[in-house]
Structures are given as C-alpha cells and as structure tokens.
C-alpha cells in the first residue's frame, strides 16, 4: 500500500509512535527564520513547496481550507510550546543546569517549527494567524515558572498534546503530500520530545492507560481516551493487559480537542 495513504489511514484510527530516551536522539536546528525552516525539514520544504503547489494544486476551497486550517490549529500549539520553554529558560533559577540543554535543544526545534508553519501557510496564499496572548498558570491553577516540577508537568502536557494533535490533522493534509512528509517530520521530533520529558519526569516514554503519567487531574483532556485497547477489531488489552494493550497504540487528538486544550492557556 502507498504510505501516504497508509498513514491517512491511520490518522482516521490510530497510529504507532516511538520511544526515545537519550537527549542524543533530538536533532539540532539551531538556525532561525527561512533556514530555521528549511532545517525543520531536511528535505529542503522552501524549495519543494512552489513545486509540489504546481504538481498537486488545490482544487477547492474547501480543500485548501482544510489544509491551512490544520496548519493554522499546528501554529497555535507551537507558538504555546515555544513561548512556553521562551520564558521558562529566561525564568532565573527555574531550570536546573543539568535540565537546561535539554530545554534549549528543545526550545530551538519549536522556533524553528513555528517558522516553517508561519513560511508554509505564506507560500499557500493564507495568512499566519498572530500569535495568541497566553496565561500559562491556566487562571491561576499552575504556577510553571515559580516551581519546577510544575514547569515538567506542563511541558509533558503540551508536548503529549502536540504528538496526539499532528496525528489528528494528518488527513487534512493530504492534499499536499509535502505539507503531510514535513508535518510528519515534525510529529516525530515532538514524539522524542515528550518522551523526554516524561523520562525527566521518571515517567516511561510512552503513554499507558488515561492517566499520562503522575499528572494531575487538570491535564485529564489531554490523554482522553488513551485507555483505548481496542484496534480496528482487535482487543489488546485482552491479548497483553489493559496497560501494554494501550500503550502499544497512541490516541489521535481531533481538532476540536487541541483547540480546546490549547484555550485553558489563551487569554
């Protein structure tokens, strides 16, 4: 089978992701605007994208709304994580030294995520939305940048989001095969990255049952429904257990869901 027609298929129903633990496993991009981008991308997207416009052109509006409102819903959840590790690196005393390159790494690839969303929905004729104004104590109920473990909590949260929400949108991509290999490029390094996380957090790498991991009960939406063990037909729980039958799928996030775990954040 095609795989991009297989992974369209398993945006509809679920989708494998892999486990990473060692901070050399996540890429550096340390270049910012168009090359930041294009580093986001290996297969240099600035180039392919006017092509790949000619070669598959949008046939609708509807289409190409589908398209760019996906990206647009991406370009939200990277303008949060960005300007979230922003602050939280330039907070004094926040971020333990030993931690601290793992959050610069981090925070650059997030740049340079938003540069490649912000330069794509450009090239498709749509303008990017503007970055939201974000309260990031979620009306007063965290507080990130005064105590660290708070600061882990939602950095896994977002970035547990980020993975399930670009499975999510990956058929409304479709139209545009490179949009979908960047945006699959993406969703992997945000894979690495929560699993990171959650390893910082001495949680495993990956997502077992709806809890995420010692996570309080306010970060609940974000792994709804990740206790799922049946897969197209097929009971994993009944075959490993309720906790490895879920783990060993990953849940998507509808748009609606990102949108609504991204507006606990917005002001």
Known sequence: MNILRLLDKLSHDKFFTTEASRLETITDISSFGKKAAVAAVPLGLGTLMAAETKSTPITGTTLKSTLT???????VLEYLENEYYAIGLSTAGLIPNA??????????????????????????????????????TASGNFS??????????????????????????????????????????IHSVEARHASQVRRMRANKGWIELANGGSMPSATNPVYAGEDNVNQAGYNTGTAFGAAAGSAAYDEILSGS????IASLFIV
């Open 69 to 75: 409102d996906a990206l647009q819903l991406a370009l």
């Open 99 to 136: 931690d601290r390159t793992v959050f610069m790494q981090i925070s650059k690839h997030e740049s340079a995520h938003v540069s490649f969303l912000k330069s794509t929905l450009t090239s498709l004729g749509t303008m990017p939305g503007n970055k939201p104004t974000f309260d990031f």
């Open 144 to 185: 990130p940048f005064t105590d660290y473990s708070q600061f882990l909590v939602l950095a896994q949260a977002f970035e547990d989001t980020g993975v399930r929400a670009y499975k999510g949108q990956a058929g409304n991509v479709m139209s545009n095969k490179v949009v979908l290999q960047a945006a699959l490029q």
């Open 257 to 260: 869901d990102a949108q609504a």
